[in-house]
């Protein structure tokens, strides 16, 4: 194992770092890690930053590329032998490592642990058993798997490494001034223990793999039929009113969004109206909804085509007046797909309008942003590798983000369609 390739790389991460090429989160430390954690890292870049398919599929390949000739300089030098057999390694583990990237990054983006564990969970797995597998000695693929698993995963080697590359992260989540610092670090971790292979395996790696098994099995097991989901708090007292637009296929007070707990989002029943498609009146039965429906006509279900332009219209109406006030106006929406597919089809630039936010501290929120799709999805982002754009309240126009700003808003009709990943923010 040479130093020389761990040394370069891990001078060109903090390069970038420090140019901001490349944002500065936790995951950073993990671009100079054992495979195939570095390739999981690449990918949630990817993810997030490319604009479209084209986009991603060339960076992905040159960063591929990259990491095979990176992983044939490890291993001693780049002839055609060690560049085959990175580059099959680095092939077959792409297929599991993309589909755990893809579903942290849909993770993050509709806020959905049960998308994130998994996740977790896979590249783990992952880790574990193809970590250790190119540091074997084996001259093929092949060979370097069989004796992995002969010598038990050199699981001696692979849980110190995975214990140190875990307190580095969550140094790294606590003090993020040290992120960039910390890359070194993983750096000398990572040559650590690519040298620490060559060591004899343990006598009876079998029993230590039995062990392990059970005992991940059994934290897996505790930790599903035991969920510990803390209660928010409510949010800040918000200015303004709170205008929820149901689901086509909902009924008055029967859907999804009426559960929504408008005290979370720092407001009050009296600020908070209902949309109601059959039009004006004297109230609403409530149902699911969290406040008393004081407004509209009762609404069955299978009613709602032809009062979804009617819905649009007032929607942008309401926008329109809501722009020229300074008090906070907000309006949720869930499937407006006919608005949207109207003004799509118009040619119109902006997706449908299900509300404008003019907040009195535009640093915080996107107002003056049209927000809604067919079948959008909403999300605050926090977590995902790079920060969220702001708009500007009087010009509408793009500008840097403060750091660590996690309240964006985020638009997301298909979480495995690159171009409508917008900006995440850092951890």
């Given at each position: 194992?040479?130093?020389?390739?761990?040394?370069?790389?891990?001078?060109?991460?903090?390069?970038?770092?420090?140019?901001?090429?490349?944002?500065?989160?936790?995951?950073?430390?993990?671009l100079?890690?054992?495979?195939?954690?570095?390739?999981?890292?690449?990918?949630?870049?990817?993810?997030?930053?490319?604009?479209?398919?084209?986009?991603?599929?060339?960076?992905?390949?040159?960063?591929?590329?990259?990491?095979?000739?990176?992983?044939?300089?490890?291993?001693?030098?780049?002839?055609?032998?060690?560049?085959?057999?990175?580059?099959?390694?680095?092939?077959?583990?792409?297929?599991?490592?993309?589909?755990?990237?893809?579903?942290?990054?849909?993770?993050?983006?509709?806020?959905?642990?049960?998308?994130?564990?998994?996740?977790?969970?896979?590249?783990?797995?992952?880790?574990?058993?193809?970590?250790?597998?190119?540091?074997?000695?084996?001259s093929?693929?092949?060979?370097?798997?069989?004796?992995?698993?002969?010598?038990?995963?050199?699981?001696?080697?692979?849980?110190?490494?995975?214990?140190?590359?875990?307190?580095?992260?969550?140094?790294?989540?606590?003090?993020?001034?040290?992120?960039?610092?910390?890359?070194?670090?993983?750096?000398?971790?990572t040559?650590?223990?690519?040298?620490?292979?060559?060591?004899?395996?343990?006598?009876?790696?079998?029993?230590?793999?039995?062990?392990?098994?059970?005992v991940?099995?059994?934290?897996?097991?505790?930790?599903?039929?035991?969920?510990?989901?803390?209660?928010?708090?409510?949010?800040?007292?918000?200015?303004?009113?709170?205008?929820?637009?149901?689901?086509?296929?909902?009924?008055?007070?029967?859907?999804?969004?009426?559960?929504?707990?408008?005290?979370?989002?720092?407001?009050?029943?009296?600020?908070?109206?209902?949309?109601?498609?059959?039009?004006?009146?004297?109230?609403?039965?409530q149902?699911?909804?969290?406040?008393?429906?004081?407004?509209?006509?009762?609404?069955r279900?299978?009613?709602h085509?032809?009062?979804?332009?009617r819905?649009?219209?007032?929607?942008?109406?309401?926008?329109?007046?809501?722009?020229?006030?300074?008090?906070?106006?907000?309006?949720?929406?869930?499937?407006?797909?006919?608005?949207?597919?109207?003004?799509?089809?118009?040619?119109?630039?902006?997706?449908?309008?299900?509300?404008?936010?003019?907040?009195?501290?535009?640093?915080?929120?996107?107002?003056?942003?049209?927000?809604?799709?067919?079948?959008?999805?909403?999300?605050?982002?926090?977590?995902?590798?790079?920060?969220?754009p702001?708009?500007?309240?009087?010009?509408?126009?793009?500008?840097?983000?403060?750091?660590?700003?996690?309240?964006?808003?985020?638009?997301?009709?298909?979480?495995?369609l690159?171009?409508?990943?917008?900006?995440?923010?850092?951890?």
């Open positions: 194992m040479r130093w020389w390739p761990l040394a370069a790389a891990a001078a060109l991460v903090v390069l970038l770092a420090a140019t901001n090429a490349i944002p500065t989160w936790p995951g950073l430390i993990h100079v890690a054992l495979p195939p954690l570095d390739q999981f890292t690449d990918l949630r870049l990817l993810l997030s930053r490319a604009s479209s398919w084209p986009v991603f599929l060339t960076l992905l390949a040159g960063v591929t590329a990259a990491r095979v000739v990176f992983m044939a300089w490890l291993l001693g030098g780049l002839d055609t032998r060690r560049l085959r057999f990175a580059a099959l390694f680095y092939t077959i583990a792409s297929g599991p490592v993309l589909l755990a990237a893809m579903a942290d990054a849909s993770a993050y983006a509709v806020l959905y642990s049960r998308l994130f564990w998994p996740a977790v969970a896979l590249i783990g797995v992952l880790v574990l058993t193809l970590g250790p597998v190119p540091w074997q000695g084996g093929k693929l092949s060979e370097a798997v069989a004796l992995t698993w002969r010598r038990g995963l050199r699981l001696e080697v692979m849980l110190p490494y995975c214990a140190v590359i875990l307190a580095l992260g969550a140094v790294a989540d606590r003090l993020p001034v040290l992120t960039v610092p910390l890359v070194p670090v993983s750096a000398v971790a040559g650590l223990t690519i040298r620490a292979m060559d060591r004899p395996s343990l006598r009876r790696p079998g029993a230590a793999l039995a062990a392990l098994t059970a991940l099995t059994a934290a897996s097991v505790a930790f599903v039929a035991t969920p510990g989901y803390t209660e928010p708090e409510p949010g800040p007292p918000q200015p303004g009113s709170l205008l929820i637009l149901s689901g086509i296929n909902s009924a008055s007070g029967r859907g999804r969004i009426y559960a929504t707990d408008v005290h979370r989002l720092g407001y009050r029943c009296e600020q908070v109206y209902y949309f109601s498609y059959a039009g004006p009146g004297d109230g609403q039965p149902g699911d909804a969290t406040c008393p429906i004081r407004t509209g006509t009762p609404l279900a299978g009613r085509p032809a009062a979804v332009p819905a649009g219209r007032s929607v942008r109406r309401a926008g329109d007046r809501t722009a020229s006030t300074t008090r906070g106006r907000r309006a949720l929406a869930r499937r407006l797909g006919g608005v949207g597919s109207r003004r799509h089809r118009a040619g119109r630039r902006r997706h449908a309008a299900a509300g404008r936010r003019v907040s009195e501290h535009p640093d915080r929120l996107p107002p003056h942003r049209t927000w809604t799709s067919p079948a959008a999805s909403w999300a605050t982002c926090c977590g995902s590798p790079h920060r969220p702001t708009w500007s309240a009087s010009t509408s126009t793009r500008t840097p983000p403060p750091r660590g700003n996690c309240s964006a808003r985020r638009e997301l009709r298909n979480p495995f690159l171009s409508h990943f917008h900006k995440a923010c850092a951890l």
